[in-house]
């Protein structure tokens, strides 16, 4: 396992790339069904995806996210778990995303790509 260090202590197993874009997120909530969300990500890595939402997530709630893949893949749907959801001073949430196992196999071949293509 590789950690990388910036300021201070970071738990985080992959680099975040800094992004600023609007993605699909679908909350596979059992209650509701599949409720269609937009978000706006802000970083991006490897292993998951930092995001601002105007609605609340809870921790634990799988989600599918739509990234932006490069011309030749179009869109990627990653399965992922809400691993924390916090209240700003703004409106709205910033949520964690980790990408669920099978996700990331997928995903490490075209990581470079969609940050490039965001």
């Known amino acids: ?11 985080r197993r992959h680099s975040r790339a800094s992004v600023h874009v609007g993605v699909r997120c679908i909350r596979l909530d059992p209650h509701e069904g599949g409720v269609i969300d937009e ?14 939402s105007d609605n609340w997530y809870y921790p634990g709630q799988k989600v599918v996210v739509c990234l932006p893949a490069d011309t030749d893949h179009g869109k990627r749907q990653m399965q992922a778990t809400v691993r924390r959801c916090l209240s700003r001073q703004e409106p709205g949430y910033r949520i964690g995303l ?15 790509t969609a940050v490039a293509a965001a």
Do not use: I
Request: no cysteine; net charge negative.
């Open 98 to 112: 980790e990408f669920d196992h099978n996700s990331l196999n997928n995903w490490s071949s075209l990581s470079s």
């Open 39 to 52: 978000v706006d990500m802000v970083d991006l890595s490897r292993s998951g995806v930092g995001a601002v």
């Open 1 to 11: 396992m590789v950690t990388t260090v910036k300021k201070g202590f970071e738990r």
